[in-house]
């Protein structure tokens, strides 16, 4: 029976069945052990299972119990800072570099539903909106933007095509991406999982990492077991605790909040009726869409450190009927929240631990697609191609002022910075 049960979500509600897996107990052998059963650890041992390795899988709850399971289900291309602020931060040969890779996350999650069957409702299309005239200039910048770097598969909507296509006056305008989608993001992982265990891979739930003990090969250690290991991916993310302090030092814990309606049915049809997801485009950010049997998904806010909320659904209401007051008397039937993992650059941490002990971290707020995309950069480095791995790797890492005591509050504030400026229209 297990231990430590998703949380109370829809998707935990409507996901696939699972098989029982066992928690750790012995010792075994590896080519490589994958700490963390989330799209960052599923994507790479996935990978590598199909490159032949011999792959574990440790993880101390369920296959995507954390942000793996529980977020918005929205394909977002590139990174939480785009290409133009890497470039005038980093230069053009690391925008270059990433930029090659910005939009293969979602390529490897649509080949990923199409090669294993997949069953996690996806549909094409997402969605950047604009409530403001500066924020219209904005989605005219990212759309040539990302022309620069070859994808060109999108469109502006003004206010009227927006409203049809949405379902709200609220916007000025819209920027489609055709490439874009969303998907029910806890059956992905599950798929995903499935996948690597008809490879041959092993995952073992309610099997927490107490301890990596380095060497070659390296040993991981679980309350009952261990596991000996020629490489080891430390994909824990917002959950890593206290296993690597020096991995926890630079990041925070962040939560944010989803709610799902009842099935809107045929009651109101102006909402999403083209079936695309849909963000805005406020420092924070709101996001929504409709699940497979049409309840509208609603999420936004950040908790910064992480504190769970206590009422979910008093937070995200209130959004919910800026965006769509014809839902002033709808049912709430889940409130949720879940973790990702913010560093202070916005951009992920990749590295090594020592020779053979690599991690990835922190894509604050863009894992869904990051994730898909350092799954492969890591098998690629662990079989010997470093160049793709070492764009990432090359990335200064910073620890966030303050400490551990006084990074919440001053991160906080700069929020509330960026929070006011959007609500004045500055």
């Known amino acids: 029976m297990p231990t430590t049960p998703h949380a109370p979500s829809y998707y935990a509600a409507s996901g696939a069945v699972q098989p029982a897996r066992p928690a750790l107990a012995g010792t075994l052998d590896a080519d490589v052990l994958v700490i963390g059963a989330g799209y960052t650890g599923l994507s790479s041992a996935l990978h590598l299972a199909e490159a032949g390795f011999k792959v574990v899988v440790l993880e101390a709850a369920r296959v995507g119990w954390g942000a793996s399971g529980r977020n918005g289900g929205q394909l977002v291309h590139s990174y939480s800072r785009d290409l133009d602020v890497i470039e005038a931060r980093y230069g053009t040969t690391t925008a270059q570099a990433l930029g090659s890779m910005a939009f293969e996350g979602a390529k490897i999650i649509r080949e990923r539903i199409a090669r294993y069957g997949i069953d996690c409702h996806f549909k094409p299309g997402g969605m950047f909106a604009a409530i403001t005239p500066k924020q219209v200039k904005q989605l005219e910048h990212h759309q040539a933007l990302w022309a620069r770097y070859g994808h060109s598969n999108m469109r502006m909507l003004d206010a009227a095509q927006s409203e049809a296509a949405v379902g709200t006056r609220r916007y000025l305008a819209t920027l489609l991406d055709l490439d874009g989608g969303h998907m029910h993001p806890l059956r992905l992982a599950q798929g995903e999982a499935a996948a690597l265990e008809s490879l041959g891979g092993h995952i073992f739930e309610d099997s927490a990492v107490t301890r990596i003990e380095r060497g070659d090969p390296a040993v991981v250690h679980t309350a009952h077991g261990q596991v000996r290991a020629r490489f080891v991916i430390v994909a824990c993310n917002a959950y890593i605790g206290g296993l690597e302090p020096q991995l926890a030092a630079r990041s925070m814990p962040c939560g944010t909040q989803v709610v799902a309606t009842e099935p809107l049915g045929d009651r109101f049809p102006e909402i999403l009726p083209t079936d695309y997801c849909v963000e805005d485009s406020n420092f924070l950010l709101d996001y929504f869409r409709l699940s497979a049997d049409r309840r509208l998904l609603y999420g936004g806010g950040v908790i910064y450190g992480a504190r769970d909320?206590?009422?979910?659904?008093?937070?995200?209401?209130?959004?919910?009927?800026?965006?769509?007051?014809?839902?002033?008397?709808?049912?709430?039937?889940?409130?949720?929240?879940?973790?990702?993992?913010?560093?202070?650059?916005?951009?992920?941490?990749?590295?090594?631990?020592?020779?053979?002990?690599?991690?990835?971290?922190?894509?604050?707020?863009?894992?869904?697609?990051?994730?898909?995309?350092?799954?492969?950069?890591?098998?690629?480095?662990?079989?010997?191609?470093?160049?793709?791995?070492?764009?990432?790797?090359?990335?200064?890492?910073?620890?966030?002022?303050?400490?551990?005591?006084?990074?919440?509050?001053?991160?906080?504030?700069?929020?509330?910075?960026?929070?006011?400026?959007?609500?004045?229209q500055i």
């Not at 800026?322 to 590295?351: A, C, H, M």
């Not at 791995?389 to 303050?402: Q, S, V």
């Open 309 to 424: 909320p206590a009422h979910v659904e008093s937070i995200i209401r209130p959004k919910l009927l800026k965006t769509f007051p014809q839902l002033k008397d709808v049912r709430i039937d889940y409130g949720w929240t879940g973790n990702f993992l913010l560093t202070l650059s916005r951009l992920p941490e990749v590295g090594r631990l020592s020779s053979n002990i690599y991690y990835s971290q922190g894509c604050s707020g863009h894992g869904v697609t990051f994730t898909h995309l350092i799954g492969r950069v890591l098998s690629e480095v662990i079989q010997g191609q470093a160049n793709r791995f070492d764009a990432f790797a090359g990335l200064p890492h910073y620890p966030f002022p303050g400490g551990r005591w006084f990074r919440v509050p001053l991160t906080a504030l700069g929020a509330w910075y960026y929070d006011l400026r959007d609500k004045l």
